[in-house]
């Protein structure tokens, strides 16, 4: 009973961020270069605070339920794709704190060309990751 909560919750975790990591990818990111320069700073700084309320959580759940599972059900630790699940969950959280994070803080004092079109093109690892994951979760259960 555990477990299937768990893996259940991890399934809904992952197809939540895939849905919030599209509309960030296709909506948000795309309009950060019609701002305008004067704008910018408090646009994405009530982007960043924004958003962050909506990720971090689910997330750091989403990393608990990880090692719950792999924790809970020994099958796990050797099934390639629970296994897969987790690389692409490390690879989420890489990009997120390893590039996407020094862009924004780049960003964070002004509009960058640079660290807008880095933030834009290495987001779609992060959102494609967060898909895949849903796709092999999905499969788990």
């Given at each position: 009973?555990?477990?299937?909560?768990?893996?259940?919750?991890?399934?809904?975790?992952?197809?939540?961020?895939?849905?919030?990591?599209?509309?960030?990818?296709?909506?948000?990111?795309?309009?950060?270069?019609?701002?305008?320069?004067?704008?910018f700073p408090a646009?994405?700084?009530?982007?960043?605070?924004?958003?962050?309320?909506?990720?971090?959580?689910?997330?750091?759940?989403?990393?608990?339920?990880?090692?719950?599972?792999?924790?809970?059900?020994?099958?796990?630790?050797?099934?390639?794709?629970?296994?897969?699940?987790?690389?692409?969950?490390?690879?989420?959280?890489g990009v997120t704190?390893?590039?996407?994070?020094?862009?924004?803080?780049?960003?964070?004092?002004?509009?960058?060309?640079?660290?807008?079109s880095t933030l834009?093109?290495?987001?779609?690892?992060?959102?494609?990751?967060?898909?895949?994951?849903?796709?092999?979760?999905?499969?788990?259960?």
């Amino acid at each position: 009973m555990e477990q299937n909560f768990l893996l259940k919750t991890h399934f809904a975790l992952a197809f939540y961020m895939t849905g919030i990591i599209f509309l960030i990818q296709v909506i948000h990111y795309p309009l950060f270069a019609q701002v305008g320069v004067v704008n910018f700073p408090a646009y994405h700084a009530e982007h960043v605070r924004r958003t962050t309320s909506i990720i971090a959580i689910p997330m750091l759940v989403e990393l608990f339920t990880l090692f719950a599972l792999f924790y809970i059900v020994p099958s796990y630790r050797t099934s390639s794709l629970f296994i897969s699940n987790a690389i692409l969950l490390i690879i989420t959280w890489g990009v997120t704190f390893f590039i996407s994070v020094p862009q924004h803080n780049i960003l964070s004092q002004g509009f960058d060309t640079n660290a807008w079109s880095t933030l834009v093109n290495t987001n779609w690892i992060r959102t494609f990751a967060w898909l895949l994951r849903g796709l092999i979760i999905f499969k788990l259960l």
